[in-house]
């Protein structure tokens, strides 16, 4: 039979369905079954799956099966020949990051060969696992306004998803309790968490926020999972330049007369004064299907007139990207890559946060290097390996610009001086990763996956107060302006390690309409202290089970509910065992004299504090049941319940202290009157083993006859409903909407680092007095809107991101300390003087544009684009001056105003217009 | 699932018949039995996409590889070497040029330097 190539082009839209399993894999896969006309399945059959890296050849099985894994995210088209029959061919097969795509295939006896150009509806139900997650495509992150002002990390990104703000998910730790992956290297500070390596969104090939629900190969997470894969090269070269660009003349002023009025020192709050941002990009192949190669370089340059008293701001950042892929077999991939940037910041705000000055700004030297090396080898259709040796190192060194020592006023609450220390930090992590895949029929089907992973990462931290002349580095504490103590030493030289072996074993297995994901992760976490030599932190084994259901309602794929339960463990971190490492020098207390003058009148000892002998691990547990609907071949919509409980709090403690309480008559009225503590026992020297770091779940504050103060059992709870509805490109238009409605609750804020290796429960003022209520990332209603549009013909497409968000909570205190004497503690405390969460910022509610016109020649795409963020110059308060009555702050060029209690100490952007232009191909 | 065959050459005329194949194609949603035929704005889309992807144009940024790897013509991104002597090749290779020796130069000319550098660990 002769073949005739002809191109056949259906409007056929081809519901490919996704089957996936959510997974910290780096592929995807594509299975499908071969039969005739009549549906009779057909053995035998040629399967060719060609992609960008060459081509990969399987055999049907007896049941006319097929099976390709281990797949580059991307675009391929499978080819079956079997003779007797036309050939047929599917292109446009768009893989996605951990999905299983199944593409049935029916050929005819005889006759020509079919080609079918398939367009995807791509909007898919997973039906076999029961997480529910957010992927973000390049295509999505190129065209969408997401990257307005001073975007340039992967947290950024994260905010734009469901039930995630602030950095805070689904309640947990804002900034600290999520999981940031690269190419599955772990790029967060091994010290707590936060995110440290920052990369160009342009590198993105696919990123994918998951964390509700998620099987036993994610972990190290208390919040959300951002699981991001990068670029590669192929078999054609493809190209991106880009540059976008804007400055103070396109921006917008916020600040209403009001809003001066009550705070001065807004001033030009938080304007940018110029962005410039390009990035140059090509891949290719070294050699046609064996080796691939991919760069890019970027220089991210940024600068603004800060919110508060400062007056300016940099951040220049040039980055450099590298990937090489060698198909050492068909079914060996090698891949290597490496990100070098230096990350370069003067303006940097110093010890008083948003309340600095020019004079209390340090300078940042951040230069790192990220590397990694993945083998995958795919052995037979239902078996592949993938092995992962990767990491990072990197340093950050802040730097006072002015060495003066710092004055902190407790009288007016203003600050004087320089910065007041230097801090420098030196980070690496090494991590070894192996996983095999493998899938088998018993009983219905089962995609079992096994992992182990190896973590050793560092943190090295150094501090040092400025000098104060004779008594070496210090800071003062002043009363009216007037220097009444100076505090010297603590300073601070901790070396540590964080060492994890993990371990899991998940199963998807499925049967008939019904999928049950049963899966287990271990997690073996130590801490261990270069200063002393020894591991100080050595929890229990972290057992986190994952049981899941998915149920295939109507049989049709269009129609799941899921439910779930699983617990997950926060990573390794310093956090849990930071005061138990050494390093640290004596506190010491002077007062300040006449003629510059020290009294030594108090010192706390270096401290080393104890450890609970097997605390167990930080994390929390969490339910969810959701429902999911197919509506339309490109639109689906899930309704989903979460219930999330924290557990295992870690904080150091003075079990051995006893205290009395006392009346304190709150300044703000009508105020109730509080109760707090003074330290009845308190010895007349503390050492570290009156201290101890440990769960503190049933830890109580006794008084002075032993007996419990109060309740003060520790939690956090997240409550929340998610509503989002889905719409993939189709009749030109593409869109997300979502609803959240949430509450969290708890004792343990989540603003930072709380409740994993804080300090709040030395002291029971800090632990028990008005700490129970709405925490401060509790955003009660959420709505993000995302749509694009493009007008036919004339390729001018419209993009908006619309936000609106209930505000997080404050609570005052008082702007009076109390003092360490009157407490008989270290120092002065500000207790909070209502509930906490007892006031809420206004609903930020902005809008964001983008409008891009594009030109396109062959297989070049040229586009110019405008973006408006912020489009309607909101001006939301975002935060506020807490302390009652009132606070002296800095203004620039004029004398220090007093800012009362509730005026607005930070506005959201104002309009912001940034121009850019792309060439890719 | 209905489609048409046809041995054209010309891509006008096969951008015709494509235009028909589509008009009279129903959609069909894979796993599931064939349904009624797609709504006229579907197959307009689909048609749209059909025409463009035949002229060698992508509705995406970039071409998909399979298909690109097909096709012929000056306009198309070639592979390996050929594609540096190529125009678009020529425009890359100096885009590239400039903008990393841009950022090797801010690399050194912004660098903030802090006076202490560490070596495996430690500042000295």
Request: net charge neutral; proline share 6%; aromatic share 12%.
């Amino acid at each position: 039979m002769k073949k005739i190539p002809a191109t056949i082009l259906l409007a056929v839209i081809a519901l490919l369905v996704a089957v996936g399993a959510s997974a910290q894999t780096q592929t995807g896969t594509i299975v499908g079954r071969v039969a005739d006309e009549q549906g009779g399945v057909l053995p035998g059959v040629t399967v060719t799956l060609t992609g960008g890296r060459g081509s990969l050849t399987q055999v049907t099985d007896a049941k006319g099966e097929y099976r390709f894994q281990g797949l580059t995210p991307g675009e391929y088209e499978v080819t079956a020949n079997l003779s007797s029959f036309a050939p047929r061919t599917e292109r446009n097969l768009e893989v996605g990051l951990g999905k299983v795509l199944t593409v049935n295939l029916s050929l005819k006896l005889g006759g020509l060969s079919e080609t079918v150009n398939v367009v995807t509806s791509s909007s898919t139900i997973d039906l076999t696992s029961p997480a529910t997650e957010t992927t973000i495509s390049h295509d999505l992150l190129s065209s969408m306004p997401l990257n307005i002002g001073t975007f340039n990390t992967a947290t950024a990104l994260l905010n734009y998803s469901p039930g995630i703000n602030n950095s805070s998910a689904f309640g947990g730790d804002a900034s600290y309790g999520n999981a940031l992956l690269m190419d599955g290297v772990d790029t967060r500070d091994p010290e707590a968490g936060s995110a440290w390596v920052f990369y160009n969104y342009n590198i993105v090939e696919e990123m994918q926020v998951a964390g509700v629900g998620a099987p036993a190969e994610y972990g190290g997470f208390s919040g959300a999972v951002i699981n991001t894969i990068t670029k590669s090269g192929s078999n054609v070269s493809h190209g991106l330049f880009e540059g976008r660009f804007t400055n103070s003349s396109l921006a917008g002023n916020n600040i209403t007369s009001e809003q001066l009025t009550l705070n001065p020192a807004l001033g030009q709050a938080n304007q940018i004064k110029r962005l410039t941002d390009y990035t140059v990009q090509l891949g290719g192949p070294i050699k046609k299907d064996k080796a691939f190669w991919w760069a890019s370089i970027q220089r991210y340059s940024f600068e603004q007139d800060p919110v508060g008293p400062r007056t300016k701001s940099t951040e220049v950042s040039p980055r450099y990207n590298g990937k090489v892929t060698v198909n050492l077999t068909p079914n060996d991939v090698l891949m290597g890559s490496i990100q070098y940037d230096n990350y370069n910041v003067t303006g940097r705000t110093g010890y008083p946060g948003t309340y600095s000055t020019d004079n209390q700004t340090v300078q940042e030297d951040s230069p790192e290097t990220v590397w990694n090396v993945q083998y995958r080898k795919v052995f037979n259709s239902t078996t592949f390996l993938e092995a992962k040796v990767n990491g990072y190192g990197a340093y950050y060194n802040l730097d006072p610009v002015d060495h003066s020592p710092l004055h902190v006023d407790n009288d007016t609450g203003e600050y004087r001086g320089g910065a007041g220390s230097y801090y420098y930090a030196y980070r690496s992590r090494y991590q070894a990763n192996v996983a095999l895949s493998k899938y088998a029929e018993a009983f219905g089907t089962h995609n079992f996956k096994f992992g182990f992973e190896i973590e050793r990462s560092s943190v090295h931290s150094q501090s040092e107060y400025s000098s104060c002349g004779s008594i070496g580095p210090c800071y003062f504490i002043d009363y009216s302006g007037v220097p009444t103590y100076a505090y010297s030493g603590l300073n601070y030289n901790v070396r540590s390690q964080n060492r994890r072996e993990s371990y899991y074993a998940q199963d998807a297995w499925k049967k008939g309409r019904l999928t049950l994901n049963l899966g287990v992760r271990l997690d073996h976490i130590r801490g261990y202290s270069e200063n002393l030599n020894k591991t100080v932190y050595s929890p229990q084994l972290a057992i986190g089970p994952r049981l899941g259901a998915v149920f295939d309602l109507t049989g049709k794929g269009n129609s799941v509910v899921r439910g779930f339960w699983g617990r997950y463990y926060e990573g390794a971190s310093q956090s849990a065992f930071a005061n138990a490492v050494g390093g640290y020098e004596d506190f010491v207390y002077y007062n300040v004299l006449p003629g510059n003058q020290f009294e030594e009148y108090d010192r706390a000892t270096s401290l080393i504090y104890r450890m609970q002998s097997d605390p167990k691990h930080f994390g929390l547990n969490d339910t969810n049941v959701s429902f999911e609907q197919q509506v339309r071949r490109d639109m689906r919509f899930t309704v989903t319940g979460i219930w999330r409980d924290n557990m295992n709090f870690i904080e150091s403690t003075l079990p051995d202290a006893r205290w009395s309480p006392f009346p304190y008559v709150s300044p703000k009225p009508p105020g109730p009157t509080l109760t707090l503590y003074k330290w009845a026992n308190r010895p007349a020297s503390t050492t570290g083993s009156d201290y101890l770091i440990q769960n503190i779940d049933n830890f109580q504050f006794l008084d002075a006859s032993g007996n419990p103060i109060a309740a003060t059992a520790p939690y956090r709870s997240y409550r929340g409903a998610m509503f989002v509805l889905t719409k993939t490109m189709s009749h030109n238009w593409q869109g997300q909407f979502s609803y959240v409605w949430s509450h969290t609750t708890g004792n343990i804020n989540n603003g930072g680092r709380s409740g994993f290796g804080g300090t709040g429960y030395e002291n029971p003022v800090n632990a028990i007095v008005n700490t129970s209520g709405d925490v401060s990332n509790d955003f009660t209603h959420e709505l993000k809107v995302m749509l694009g549009y493009t007008v036919p013909k004339v390729d001018l497409s419209i993009n908006t991101y619309i936000r609106a968000v209930s505000g997080g909570t404050y609570t005052p205190v008082p702007s009076s300390t109390v003092s360490s004497r009157t407490l008989n503690w270290f120092s002065s405390l500000r207790p909070y003087l209502e509930p906490l969460g007892s006031y809420r910022y206004p609903m930020l509610e902005t809008m964001d544009l983008r409008i891009e016109k594009a030109f396109r020649y062959g297989p070049h795409r040229i586009s110019a684009w405008i973006d408006f963020g912020n489009l309607f110059n909101a001006s939301t308060v975002t935060g506020v001056q807490t302390r009652y009555p009132n606070r002296t702050i800095a203004v620039v060029g004029g004398p220090s105003a007093v800012v009362l209690y509730d005026s607005p100490t930070i506005v959201t952007t104002p309009r912001q217009i940034m121009i850019g232009g792309r060439w890719t191909f | 699932m209905k489609h048409l065959v046809r041995p054209w050459r010309r891509p006008v005329a096969r951008v015709l018949v494509l235009a028909v194949a589509l008009g009279s194609a129903p959609v069909c949603l894979a796993g599931q039995p064939p349904g009624p035929p797609s709504s006229p704005s579907t197959i307009t889309a689909s048609i749209d996409k059909a025409v463009h992807h035949e002229l060698g144009q992508s509705a995406k940024a970039s071409a998909s590889p399979a298909t690109v790897a097909r096709q012929s013509g000056a306009n198309a991104p070639s592979s390996g070497g050929s594609f540096f002597k190529s125009k678009a090749g020529i425009i890359t290779t100096v885009l590239l040029a400039a903008g990393t020796g841009f950022a090797l130069y801010s690399t050194s000319h912004d660098r903030v330097k802090s006076p202490q550098v560490p070596y495996g660990g430690t500042w000295k």
